[in-house]
């Protein structure tokens, strides 16, 4: 979508915060000997307090309230009987929606260590995203988003998961520009406006460059003994900074 009044901008603010305070509260919540739906059932509940719903669940039917992927699992982890463990990478990814508004965020984690390595490739995972959202600006390429992601990758020593995407949101949980790459593209000529509603979500890996569906239909992971990090913002495009909104 496109934000083109203040009412789009507080709306999507709104959900933004809902969805960041949920992913919060999800990571102070877990615990080493919790399962994974324990922990999403705890966010279907901080949903719930705020008056939204689960963007996964309404649009795909997704069997979650929340996406929970561990260790090898990428994204779209279905929540269930695993049970946490001290070092597990987590990566919980929450998007949801409010009055209309959608929004959607990301955070990699390790869960009650300190792992050098695992902790780098979240950090440097962060870093890239942040990177590329403080470069948007009206009249930009798409694929410049693919190009500093895949410059920060090889700077950190890390690959590009490519075939897990950014994407526009705002009115629903996908959107136009869909596919927005996470490599450089040279036959890509969409550009972006002001007030553009995207996220911006970097999966970057210690080897695998795609990941694999699962006979779940639903989960991705890495084919190989790679790591995989993600982070994501919902942001609006504008001629000034660009806006996150999935800040608490």
């Not at 990566?91 to 390790?110: C, E, L, Q, R």
Request: with cysteine; aromatic share 6%; net charge neutral.
């Amino acid at each position: 979508m496109t934000a083109e009044s203040s009412e789009d901008i507080e709306g999507l603010k709104e959900i933004g915060k809902i969805v960041a305070v949920t992913i919060r509260e999800m990571k102070r919540h877990a615990r080493s000997g919790m399962t994974t739906k324990e922990l999403d059932e705890y966010g279907g509940q901080l949903l719930a307090s705020f008056g939204a719903v689960s963007a996964p669940k309404v649009t795909y039917q997704f069997p979650g309230y929340t996406c929970i992927s561990v260790n090898r699992e990428v994204a779209h982890g279905i929540p269930g009987e695993r049970v946490l463990k001290p070092g597990d990478l987590v990566n919980i990814d929450v998007s949801a929606m409010k009055g209309g508004y959608y929004a959607d965020s990301g955070h990699s984690y390790v869960l009650e260590s300190s792992n050098p390595a695992l902790k780098r490739l979240c950090d440097h995972t962060h870093y890239t995203m942040m990177k590329v959202i403080r470069s948007l600006r009206p009249g930009m390429k798409l694929n410049e988003i693919g190009r500093i992601i895949q410059a920060e990758a090889r700077r950190g020593g890390y690959m590009v998961i490519q075939n897990l995407c950014s994407h526009g949101i705002g009115k629903a949980l996908h959107e136009p520009p869909e596919e927005i790459l996470p490599v450089y593209d040279k036959s890509e000529k969409r550009v972006l406006k002001e007030g553009q509603v995207i996220t911006i979500e970097p999966f970057l890996s210690t080897g695998a460059e795609y990941v694999v569906g699962m006979p779940d239909g639903w989960t991705l992971k890495t084919p190989d003994r790679s790591y995989a990090a993600q982070h994501e913002h919902t942001v609006i495009v504008t001629k000034e900074r660009p806006i996150i909104v999935t800040v608490a």
